[in-house]
């Protein structure tokens, strides 16, 4: 499993965090997700072999917010 942080704007209650949480659990590959509001990112558990970066920014813009990965 690798972790992968990933910056996330537009956030800006729990529901949005809830959501964002979801569209992330959905995506197949990943164990964890622990998004924050306060800091704008999403600390997400994966198995890089079944899931990209790329996918994940792609499910968090499909949930309705933007997303890059934090450097």
Do not use: Y
């Amino acid at each position: 499993m690798e972790k992968l942080l990933i910056n996330v704007s537009g956030m800006s209650c729990q529901g949005c965090v809830r959501s964002v949480t979801a569209a992330l659990t959905a995506v197949a590959g990943v164990a964890q997700v622990e998004v924050s509001l306060p800091s704008g990112q999403a600390a997400i558990r994966c198995d890089p072999s079944l899931v990209s970066v790329a996918r994940l920014t792609e499910a968090i813009e499909a949930a309705g917010f933007e997303a890059r990965p934090a450097v």
